[in-house]
């Protein structure tokens, strides 16, 4: 089969074929060959190529023909190192030879020189793939020098290592997978004292351990070689000639490429020196870490960087903790522990201080403690420098002063309390030195003397006390201090308006050790105290003399009326006993009654003033309360029979009652109420009744005395015992009386414990009661009563001395006497009364006790001092018309027998001269 | 895969993160070889291992890793080694890719041990191609797009890759379309 080739596919198949006619001219080529030679068709063939093999030994056309089946190479004449490998072929119908060739490159750079690419050969054509080769072949090359080289590094390095092994100072070895010694060291022989022979075969544990070998330790070693791991710890191994030495072990296994222990290498260093040094250090530190564990404050060391290298067990008890704070920062620890991170950072600020000041610095810390309590912790930080000046260390402790500080803290609030209360104080307070000096002074006491707190200090108080009183200053007040550590009283000063303040003080010397002395005072201004006393005083006095003055005035008032008094009833008694016709009786009942009136008004105002003045006395005697109800209302009926009104007394009680208690004040009572029925009665009648109850040992009195008489209006009532008030001014003027008689009925009962009260309707009548307690009283030996006249026979002389100043008086009473039969003798005075008696013997001296010359207290005194004894104790009767003072009690003292207040009827005088007569007899 | 992958890998970790990563990757990886032959055929799983290990190692995707090991095959290796070889493949990035499966098949002659994919180009276009991956291998298609996006850079043309089908999604083969 003939096959013909289009000249596309000729190129495709053969892009660097080359066609030469017989004229071996180029008469074409392939799509190739121009990329590798400047070729122009027509141009010889051998212009630009040489045959280089096989050899052409003729250049025609036929010398061609005999490279068919050859393998030629070509070069390019041009270009000698391109070089073109192919073959020719004799295309006979187109006389012409076709080399098929195809560039011959040994590089693969070479297509790039050409500017050939993969693309200009034909796909069949397996030059790229031989460049491939040869590129796969360079590489090869290249990795195989890599290696090499990298073997040789590596060789170098084993063998260096080696070197190392074997000549190093440590120990080494090498085992089998059992531990026995395979390969040791110079160094090994050195340190154990055994050969290699010696030790081949063997364990290292069998011959160089020994009883103080740590068994811990040996047991570590056999465990990590058992199961093929690394090993790595300290080991008190045995010497040969038996002394044992310490190694720091290293070993690890050598594995085989599936990962198995096949050996075991081991390095030992010997550390004998450095574990003895070790022990010192150890030993060193472990004295300084307890020195430092047991020092009660918390201790911490920081490196450059604030890192914790050292903490004590105050500083953190959990050792965990402290172990883990190592190497951190207070940051860490405070973010660790979830404390408040700003406590850190001001940390962090003091210890950035110190690092640039070098210097300690101390501050002050507030921790929340786990109960939720502040912590006070005073930190003390100093840094540690090293030769450079540098700082190589921070060391800081801590001291809890929670305790301290509250009791700062408590000490501070007792300060304030103190500070206010010597400031606040209203007292006046101040200290001083023992000469006087002021060291402080209260804002009180700058203020009430009036001088600010500089003007005062440093000054002597003896400049703030009046001239008067500074010569006391010294020897009283400082002389007080000094002896007694305290002195207190009234200090005068001087504002500084000059004013005198008076100061109540009390000032107490303080000694304290390690203190000068000096004193602590206390004042108080009593100025206007002492103003307001010397007030009182004053009106005290002048209220005491105007009292008194009233009281003499009230007694000389009533001496002076009564003596007349005495007289005028005494004389008008005396006149009703002579003849007289109806109306000079009448009148004569009208003085004798106005006079009457005037006693009465004249006792009620004395009363009342004994009252007032609390100068009231009560009798103590048994009387028999019947008889004096009886007596008293009796005096009253003649008044009421003139009245034509029934005055009726009921008693419902036994009539022999004695009671102990002050019959006259009895009788003074129902004769005021009885008295005040009659006057306001007009019709009708009074009756008195009474009754006795008794209760826890005392017997009360209650009497009522009802009238049918005007009444009293109901909104008067409350008011009719007020002293001058009368139930209507009416009453006055119709009736008359000074408003004091119920005013004294009521104190008058009450005073002995009872009480007086009022029922009335006006227009109806009026009802008092009153109750009064008495005592039991004893049975009494019948005295007699004033209303009794029965003048015994029972004197000596029949012969009476009368010592009366009065005329009318000594008128008087020499006619009633004389009517009764006595001798009277009138002395004028005290020492005319003294004369009589001495001249005479009398049975009885009616001694007045106001008179000119001697009074009668006088002559009482001087009889009584008589030698002989008859006159000596001769009954003396006072007659006084002093009612006020009420001082019979004196009377009696002196030695008088009996006492008659003028004005006396004549009933009371004979009733006291027959009186102490019968105790005379007695 | 042929020790000259496996040493790629080596180099691009090496220059990248040094020494002590390699080591640290080849100690995950558990691959215990001190120097790669680069003729020399290893198991592949030797390069599934050192990928995974270097993607551990760097804190990155295992795919992330091959288009790196990809890229640097071709633009420091594949440069460095057979960079005329590589030049004569083309004049330009679609010269090349067209040229890619007739390449391949050389390299299976030529490397009677490796078992090298296979590539078809179809679609060509001016801009765009697509390129058939048939591999016996799982897991390389991203080992593929570093090698084209390096091959971009090679020929400083800018180019994309877009996986129109993939084993993973139960196509036959990966196909990229690649566009420059």
């Known amino acids: 089969m003939e096959i013909s080739l289009k000249t596309e596919q000729l190129n495709k198949l053969f892009p660097f074929h080359i066609l030469v006619n017989e004229h071996l001219n180029v008469v074409g080529y392939g799509k190739s060959v121009l990329k590798l030679i400047h070729l122009t068709i027509g141009t010889p063939f051998f212009n630009h190529f040489t045959i280089h093999r096989p050899e052409l030994l003729e250049f025609t056309f036929d010398g061609l023909r005999t490279l068919i089946d050859q393998l030629l190479i070509i070069n390019h004449n041009q270009n000698s190192k391109l070089l073109i490998r192919g073959q020719v072929e004799l295309l006979e119908e187109a006389n012409c030879f076709m080399f098929i060739v195809s560039p011959w490159f040994s590089d693969v750079e070479d297509l790039k020189k050409n500017n050939i690419g993969l693309k200009d050969f034909a796909i069949h054509d397996s030059s790229i793939d031989l460049l491939h080769s040869f590129k796969a072949q360079e590489v090869a090359n290249k990795d195989a020098k890599e290696l090499f080289a990298k073997l040789q590094v590596q060789k170098s390095e084993l063998h260096r290592l080696s070197l190392i092994a074997k000549e190093t100072f440590n120990s080494v070895i090498v085992t089998d997978r059992n531990g026995r010694i395979q390969w040791a060291n110079k160094a090994y022989e050195i340190l154990t004292g055994y050969t290699i022979e010696e030790s081949l075969g063997k364990t290292p544990g069998s011959f160089l351990q020994g009883e103080l070998t740590d068994k811990a330790t040996v047991q570590y070693l056999r465990e990590r070689i058992r199961a093929g791991f690394s090993f790595d710890c300290e080991l008190l191994n045995y010497h040969k000639d038996g002394r044992h030495y310490w190694v720091r072990l290293s070993g690890q296994p050598i594995l085989d490429r599936q990962g198995n222990v096949v050996q075991f290498f081991a390095f030992e260093e010997d550390i004998t020196e450095k574990r003895i040094v070790q022990n010192k250090l150890d030993e060193q530190r472990h004295f300084f870490e307890d020195v430092l564990n047991n020092i009660p404050s918390d201790i911490a060391v920081f490196d450059k960087e604030h890192r914790y290298l050292f903490l004590n067990p105050i500083a953190i008890k959990n050792p965990e903790l402290r172990k883990w704070m190592i190497g951190k920062r207070d940051e860490d620890y405070f973010i660790h522990t979830n404390k408040p991170i700003s406590i850190a950072k001001k940390r962090r600020e003091h210890f950035d201080s110190i690092l640039e000041s070098k210097k300690l610095t101390i501050w002050e810390e507030e921790l929340i403690n786990k109960e939720g309590k502040k912590d006070y912790i005073i930190r003390n930080m100093y840094p540690v420098l090293d030769e450079q000046g540098d700082v ?19 000490l501070e609030r007792k300060e304030k309390s103190y500070r206010d209360l010597f400031n606040y104080s209203q007292a006046l307070i101040c200290t001083h030195d023992l000469e006087g000096n002021l060291i402080t002074v209260n804002p009180a006491f700058c203020e009430t003397i009036g001088y600010s707190e500089l003007e005062v200090l440093g000054n002597n108080l003896m400049k703030f006390v009046p001239e008067n009183d500074k010569e006391k200053f010294r020897p009283i007040y400082l002389h007080n201090i000094l002896s007694e550590e305290k002195a207190g009283g009234v200090f005068r000063v001087l504002h500084k308006n000059g004013n005198v303040l008076f100061l109540l003080y009390q000032n107490y010397r ?15 201004d009593i100025t206007d105290r002492i103003k307001a006393e010397n007030d009182l005083l004053l009106a005290k006095k002048i209220t005491e003399e105007s009292a008194r003055a009233k009281e003499i005035f009230l007694a000389n008032m009533s001496h002076e009326i009564r003596t007349p008094m005495h007289g005028i009833i005494g004389i008008a008694d005396l ?14 009942k009208l003085i004798i009654d106005s006079a009457n009136n005037l006693v009465v008004i004249i006792n009620d105002i004395l009363d009342i003033e004994k009252i007032g003045s609390g100068k009231f006395e009560f009798e103590s005697l048994d009387f028999k309360i019947a008889e004096k109800l009886k007596n008293t209302v009796q005096s009253f009926q003649y008044k009421a029979k003139e009245k034509s009104i029934l005055l009726e007394l009921n008693c419902d009680f036994d009539i022999e009652q004695i009671v102990k208690g002050d019959p006259y004040r009895l009788g003074q009572i129902l004769n005021n109420l009885i008295s005040n029925a009659l006057k306001f009665t007009a019709k009708g009648k009074i009756s008195v009744s009474s009754n006795i109850e008794e209760k826890e040992g005392e017997l009360i009195i209650k009497c009522a005395v009802t009238d049918t008489g005007i009444g009293i209006r109901g909104d008067k009532l409350s008011v009719i015992f007020d002293p001058f008030v009368q ?22 009962v009450e005073m002995q414990g009872g009480k007086l009260s009022v029922e009335s309707t006006e227009g109806v009548g009026t009802t008092f009661m009153f109750e009064i307690p008495y005592q039991h009283g004893t049975p009494i030996i019948n005295q007699g009563n004033e209303d009794s006249i029965n003048i015994q026979a029972s004197y000596v002389y029949n012969r009476i001395l009368m010592a009366e100043d009065v005329e009318v008086n000594q008128f008087l009473g020499r006619i009633i006497l004389e009517s009764k039969g006595w001798q009277v003798d009138i002395a004028n005075n005290g020492i005319e009364a003294l004369e009589f008696l001495k001249q005479n013997d009398y049975d009885l001296i009616l001694m007045d006790i106001q008179m000119p010359e001697m009074d009668g207290i006088t002559a009482t005194k001087e009889i009584r001092l008589f030698p002989d004894l008859k006159k000596s104790t001769i009954p003396i009767v ?45 | 895969m042929y020790g000259i992958v496996n040493k790629a890998i080596e180099s691009l970790v090496i220059e990248g993160f040094g020494e002590g990563k390699w080591e640290a990757i080849k100690e995950t ?24 290990a270097t993607a551990k190692e760097l804190k990155i995707s295992v795919g992330d890793v091959l288009i790196a ?20 493949g083309g004049d330009n990035l679609k010269e090349f890719l067209t040229n890619l499966p007739t390449f391949h098949n050389r390299i299976m002659l030529m490397y009677p041990k490796l078992t090298p994919p296979e590539f078809k180009v179809s679609h060509i276009e001016s801009n765009s191609l697509h390129l058939h991956y048939f591999s016996k291998r799982v897991g390389l298609k991203e080992f593929v797009r570093g090698l084209v996006q390096g091959l971009g850079k090679l020929y400083n043309t800018p180019v994309q890759l877009e996986i129109i089908s993939d084993r993973d999604n139960g196509d036959h083969h990966e196909t990229f379309k690649v566009s420059w």
């Open chain 1, 510 to 524: 303080v000694e304290e050790e390690g203190m000068q002395p000096y004193v602590i005072g206390f004042s108080q």
């Open chain 1, 392 to 410: 190589k260390l921070v060391i800081g402790y801590g001291v809890n002063i929670t305790e301290r500080k509250l009791i700062e803290q408590q």
């Open chain 2, 69 to 88: 090991f990809g890229e640097y095959w071709i633009l420091k290796t594949g440069k460095e080694r057979y960079g005329d070889l590589l030049e004569a």
């Open chain 2, 29 to 52: 990886s558990g691959v215990d070889i001190d120097y790669f032959i680069s003729n020399e055929p290893y198991n592949d799983d030797i390069t599934y291992a050192l990928a995974i």
């Open chain 1, 727 to 748: 139930a209507s001014s009416d009453t006055t003027r119709k009736y008359g009386g000074t408003g004091l008689g119920l005013s004294i009925c009521k104190n008058l």
């Open chain 1, 878 to 922: 006072a007659l006084t018309a002093n009612a006020l003072v009420g001082n019979e009690q004196e009377y009696f003292d002196i030695g008088m027998n009996a006492c008659l207040t003028k004005p006396f009827t004549e009933e009371k005088l004979f009733f006291a001269i027959n009186k102490v007569l019968i105790h005379t007899i007695d």
């Open chain 1, 575 to 588: 006149l009703t006993r002579t003849k007289l016709d109806d109306e000079q009786e009448n009148y004569l």
